[in-house]
């Protein structure tokens, strides 16, 4: 079992940033990769970001240059920046690790007003 636990949301001004934070626990030793997915009201989860354990990453193109995901080898956390944030950024975004199965954390609310 993997858990995860997000923490960084918050309410922010257009153009402001964010930073989330996961951290993942348990039987973490075999984790493929690591995602931020986000959901906005009334529409599906969609992927923002993801890293490989090879640290390949991959961008939502809604995001490229705006959101950076990272995660140092040495911790069990993953980061994500998000600059030039914007108000169809608002969702509750997940944390997401895959092993054999797949594992999400709780999610953290990101409001971005106009």
């Known amino acids: 079992q993997v858990q995860l636990v997000e923490s960084g949301g918050g309410l922010v001004q257009a153009g402001g940033s964010l930073r989330l934070s996961c951290a993942a626990s348990g039987t973490i030793f075999s984790i493929n990769a690591m995602g931020w997915y986000r959901q906005a009201l009334g529409k599906q989860r969609e992927l923002v970001a993801s890293?490989?354990?090879?640290?390949?990453?991959n961008y939502a193109a809604s995001v490229k240059g705006r959101f950076t995901i990272s995660k140092p080898s040495a911790k069990n956390t993953v980061y994500l920046q998000m600059n030039d944030l914007k108000p169809e950024d608002t969702a509750i975004y997940y944390c997401?690790?895959?092993?054999?199965?797949?594992?999400w954390g709780q999610g953290t609310q990101v409001t971005v007003s106009s």
């Open positions: 997401n690790a895959k092993r054999l199965a797949s594992y």
């Open positions: 890293i490989t354990r090879s640290r390949s990453t």
